[in-house]
């Protein structure tokens, strides 16, 4: 914990950390200050909501939650005094929630043919054709396949979160991500 900590932002893994600092790069935000916590999953928000909760200087914790695991930020933030009647309340407390997860609101804000156009433009195009013909995936919807191929391969989900947070243009950001920036700016 840095002393001048001021903010401290919760993430559910590395690609949403890759996301946020793509996003704030882009949208001129200085993250000096601002702690991300890789949370290695949901279920430990709890502990690093406790532990940054009356940390010198009082940082002021914010957040990104996938919309199925809500819960766990709700019980996370009423144990440290913060009364959460529902997901309705969590922007208050500066928790923001994604539809299904990051990734699937990064490919609905770009769009499924510039995702393709950003993996081709990264060398995994022909990947992504392997996995369009395996034959559990060769009837689904191309959102479908796109979603399952960030998080096919080790690292995949980092690069692209930050690679299709980069292409975007600042009025694509997703509304989660666009919510947290600003008030991460604040």
């Not at 001048?4 to 200050?33: C, F, M, Q």
């Not at 430990?44 to 199925?68: F, M, Q």
């Not at 928790?95 to 156009?117: K, N, P, S």
Request: hydrophobic residues 45%.
């Amino acid at each position: 914990m840095r002393a001048a900590t001021r903010k401290v932002v919760l993430l559910e893994g590395v690609s949403d950390i890759a996301a946020l600092t793509a996003a704030a790069k882009a949208h001129h935000v200085d993250l000096s200050g601002v702690e991300l916590v890789d949370l290695g999953g949901v279920t430990n928000v709890r502990r690093e909501t406790a532990r940054w909760h009356g940390a010198s200087g009082d940082p002021e914790i914010l957040g990104l939650c996938d919309a199925p695991e809500v819960r766990f930020v709700e019980q996370a933030l009423h144990e440290i005094g913060r009364p959460v009647r529902d997901a309705s309340d969590l922007p208050t407390y500066g928790f923001f929630v994604c539809h299904a997860d990051l990734e699937e609101e990064l490919i609905r804000a770009l769009g499924t043919a510039q995702v393709v156009a950003v993996i081709e433009q990264l060398g995994l195009g022909a990947k992504l054709a392997t996995l369009q013909q395996q034959p559990a995936w060769a009837d689904r919807p191309l959102d479908d396949q796109l979603h399952r191929f960030c998080g096919v391969a080790s690292g995949r989900k980092e690069l692209l979160a930050d690679a299709l947070t980069t292409a975007m243009q600042p009025w694509q950001l997703p509304e989660p991500l666009r919510a947290l920036i600003d008030r991460i700016a604040s």
